[in-house]
């Protein structure tokens, strides 16, 4: 019973009420070890758990004093799995320092934003996913944070169409993998289209014009070339 109540405590992050668990739990073991003729395991064991519950709720309370705040930051992905290396930014440009599952920032009084306002990023460059989330500081000095990931879409993809003697072809159809849009190139055989893709992330490209069709897998962000040859 004693290690359930320690599991649920873990999970509780705001000071109060980890004190709350602990004035639990300590009035649970004084009980137990009492009737079990220990009376001194029984108050030795009330006051370790006291302790150890009081002491996150004094460090808050010190903090609140101070004015200081303690932002606990967590980043997730579109599966909602946790983000446990990301790249973490503030608009303070705040230091944050690793936590269990997520990252800690203090806001001291010099440090708040006039408006309380907070804005924080997250990326996960090998993953091609970002997020931001906004947090307005008020009268709770232990706020958490979420910041939801998605797909990086914002990279475009630019090129020519040329033919095998590397003339340039205009009125060449262009896409990208199976999404709808097609541009059509110009009199220098250039076009240029949304990638749906991150900066760096590969994908698809085709091209076509008559009996002339080209395949080429690329990094969206870069300028290509799309040679086009009879199959």
Known sequence: MEDQFLRMAGHVGHPITVAAFALVIAAFTF???????????????????????????????????????????????????????????????????????????????????AEGKLTFSAAVKDEFLKGSSTLVLAQDYYPTVTIPLTAETSAKIRG?????????????????????????????????????????????IHAQKGALKGHLSARAGKVIEIILSKE
């Open 31 to 113: 009980s137990f070890t009492l009737r079990a003729g220990r009376p001194v395991v029984a108050w030795l064991s009330a006051f370790v758990f006291l302790g150890l519950g009081i002491a996150p709720y004094a460090v808050s309370a010190f903090l609140q004093k101070r004015g200081v705040y303690r932002i606990q930051v967590f980043v997730v992905r579109p599966d909602q799995s946790s983000a446990d290396i990301a790249q973490i930014k503030s608009s303070n440009n705040g230091e944050f320092k690793m936590i269990d599952g997520g990252w800690e920032l203090d806001v001291p009084p010099r440090a708040r934003p």
């Open 160 to 204: 020519v169409v040329v033919d095998e003697s590397m003339v340039a072809i205009e009125g060449a159809a262009v896409s990208v993998g199976d999404y709808p849009e097609v541009a059509v190139t110009d009199s220098k055989g250039n076009f240029v289209l949304p990638a749906h893709a991150g900066n760096g992330q590969t994908i698809e």
